[in-house]
C-alpha cells in the first residue's frame, strides 16, 4: 500500500514560471534524490543550492497519507469551496519519488489541473497537466519533454545551447537565489538577451513575501 510522505500543503499564488501569479494549492512532498536536505550534506550534494526545506512531514498541511484519497481530499480541503480554476502544484524535495497515477487520477476527480516541478531525473507520470522541469548540472535528465525548462542560473556544466534542443513549450532562465544574487540576476538577463529563446523568470512569491 502507498503512503504518502508529505511535509506541507498550503495554498498561496505560484510566484515562478509561467503560470506565475496564479491562486494554487501546494504539495510538497518530503524527500529528495540529489540532496539529503541536511547541512552538512549541502557541499557534497548533486544539487547544493536548494533553498527549500523538504525534510520530514511538520510542515502547515504536511503528514503521512495512507493512500491517493485521503491526500486529494487533504488538497481539495485546503483549496476551499471555489471549484475555478482548481490548480495544485506538487513539488519537492523531488516529487517523482512519491508521485503516482493513482494521486493524479484522484485530483483529476476533484477538479485540479495537476502541475509538477520536478529536476528531471526521474521519468514523469503520463496524465500531468503542467511539467516543468528545472535540470541541475552533472545529473542525467530523463524528462527531456513538457510544458516548461526553468533553468536556475548560473550553473558551472550546463550549457543553455544544448538545452534548446529539448521538447518544451517554454524556455525560462531564473537567477539563482544565492549570496552573489546581484551578479546571478545579470547572469540570467545576459542569458535572455543572447539568446532569445530564453525568457527572465524572477521569483516573485519572495518579492512579495508570500511562503
Not at 57 to 86: H, I, M, P, Q, Y
Request: charged residues 25%; proline residues 3%.
Amino acid at each position: 500500500m502507498t503512503i504518502y510522505s508529505v511535509k506541507e500543503c498550503f495554498l498561496t499564488l505560484q510566484g515562478e514560471g509561467v503560470q506565475s501569479g496564479s491562486r494554487a494549492l501546494f504539495l510538497r512532498f518530503a524527500g529528495c534524490n540529489l540532496w539529503s536536505g541536511r547541512e552538512q550534506d549541502r557541499a557534497t550534494a548533486q544539487c547544493s543550492f536548494c533553498d527549500t526545506d523538504f525534510v520530514g512531514t511538520d510542515g502547515e498541511g504536511g503528514g503521512k497519507f495512507a493512500n491517493a484519497d485521503e491526500l486529494a481530499a487533504n488538497v481539495e480541503k485546503r483549496w476551499g469551496e471555489s471549484s475555478e480554476n482548481r490548480l495544485v502544484v506538487i513539488t519537492g524535495g523531488e516529487p517523482m519519488l512519491q508521485l503516482d497515477e493513482a494521486l493524479v487520477d484522484r485530483l483529476h476527480a476533484r477538479g485540479f489541473r495537476v502541475a509538477v516541478e520536478t529536476n528531471g531525473t526521474l521519468p514523469a507520470v503520463r496524465s500531468l497537466d503542467w511539467i516543468c522541469v528545472s535540470p541541475k548540472a552533472g545529473t542525467k535528465i530523463v524528462q527531456r519533454h513538457g510544458n516548461e525548462l526553468k533553468l536556475v542560473w548560473p550553473q558551472d556544466g550546463i550549457e543553455p545551447a544544448e538545452l534548446e534542443g529539448w521538447s518544451f513549450d517554454h524556455f525560462l532562465v531564473q537567477p539563482m537565489d544565492c549570496a552573489e544574487r546581484e551578479a546571478a540576476i545579470e547572469a540570467a538577463i545576459r542569458l535572455a538577451m543572447e539568446r532569445p529563446k530564453w525568457r527572465l523568470s524572477l521569483q516573485a512569491h519572495k518579492v512579495v513575501g508570500l511562503a
